[in-house]
């Protein structure tokens, strides 16, 4: 009985090792009309661009904060803005060959027929793919350099905007109320000795005492729409308390319950109606509900300092927002598609062939049984 069981174990694992290439010819079909599919719609995007998006940037903004790192990552989202999608490598001849012939390769290799040697040389294969993908494509690194980078810049501009808006201080003590010349008690050199000095009226302060530190500054999130979206409301709330803005200014200023169109009942003459199904980008629907309060020569909001630092952190909120919503590893929606289908691929043959381990397995099994008899 035990002679018969190990005698059909290399039988039993012929039939599995056979049975792999099958298994793997089935999923792939199921790739083919997945991941695969959705290629050529993506492709329609990155040759034509998405038209439902701003042509072009809302705001402008000035890198002078990060130098040139800070400059490439702005070129890079005004880029995106202006493309709407389209692929970068579309304007060479050379790189849309490449691009259409993994698409051709790919087709074919997902439809292939069931063949004795399917399972084999795959990870070879996409690694080939990936090679050329590599040529035409954003570097997945430089990608996330400019993502990085323009996080801390729109950061910084939110900073300097809120600061910008608050109020001056007011002297403490008006100079007519000081009977003697003003004269400032210096912090002297150690080990010098400190003269009496004639004390101005108001808080005595010991010149041994450390500066106060600044108040520390919360960190902004800006990872997500919803965190970007609240960022330009407390910018819009902090012009609003500081009364930068007026309450008929504040009609195209008002937070939106659904969407990033402006309300129904709002001023035509004061508010800019947006169809949110004509911008699915909420934050770029936001900022442009948002231009008329700090562009033209109408806009509500008169002080210049304020106005151009409220217009500079918008355009870092947008510019942030082009880099944050393009697809995974730098990639344009129709290399994004081929990567997917890459993916798919991959976790197909991982799941279907499997031969080797389950041989290794079967064959250890028969040498135990035939140790045991």
């Known amino acids: 009985m035990l002679a018969t069981a190990a005698a059909a174990a290399p039988d039993a694992v012929a039939d599995d090792q056979s049975d792999c290439p099958t298994r793997y010819q089935a999923a792939l079909q199921t790739v083919r009309t997945g991941a695969f599919a959705a290629i050529k719609p993506a492709r329609s995007i990155a040759f034509k661009g998405d038209e439902s998006l701003p042509d072009g940037l809302i705001f402008r903004a000035s890198a002078t904060r990060g130098g040139t790192a800070e400059a490439k990552a702005l070129a890079e989202a005004a880029t995106i803005a202006r493309d709407r999608g389209r692929a970068t490598w579309i304007g060479s001849a050379n790189d849309r060959w490449i691009a259409d012939r993994i698409v051709t390769d ?14 084999g040389g795959v990870a070879e294969y996409l690694s080939t793919l990936q090679s050329y993908m590599d040529r035409i494509a954003t570097s997945p ?10 996080t801390d810049a729109t950061a910084d501009a939110i900073r300097a905007a809120v600061m910008a808006m608050r109020p001056v ?14 004269v400032f008690d210096l912090r002297q050199s150690k080990g010098l000795e400190r003269e009496p000095q004639t004390v101005a009226y108001g808080p005595q302060f010991d010149p041994a005492l450390p500066p106060l530190a600044m108040t520390a500054t919360p960190i902004l999130a800006l990872d997500s729409d919803d965190h970007r979206l609240a960022a330009l409301e407390m910018l819009v709330g902090a012009a609003r308390s500081n009364g930068f803005l007026g309450e008929k200014d504040l009609i195209a200023a008002e937070p939106l319950a659904a969407g990033p169109h402006a309300p129904a009942e709002a001023d035509p003459e004061t508010t800019s109606v947006i169809d949110a199904s004509a911008t699915p980008r909420p934050v770029l629907g936001r900022l442009t509900a948002l231009k008329p309060l700090v562009v033209g020569q109408s806009a509500p909001i008169r002080d210049s300092l304020v106005r151009r630092a409220l217009a500079d952190a918008f355009a870092h909120v947008e510019a942030l927002d082009h880099l944050a919503h393009r697809p995974r590893g730098g990639y344009d929606p129709m290399l994004a598609a081929i990567a997917a289908t890459m993916d798919a691929i991959t976790a197909a043959h991982t799941a279907a062939c499997d031969c080797t ?17």
């Open 106 to 119: 790919l087709g074919e290799y997902v439809s292939q027929d069931v063949s004795p040697y399917l399972c």
């Open 141 to 150: 690194s430089k990608a996330a350099g400019h993502h990085a980078v323009q």
């Open 169 to 182: 201080p007011a002297p403490r003590f008006a100079p007519t109320l000081r009977v003697t010349p003003l």
């Open 357 to 373: 381990n389950a041989n290794v397995a079967a064959a250890q099994s028969s040498d135990a049984q035939s140790a045991n008899r």
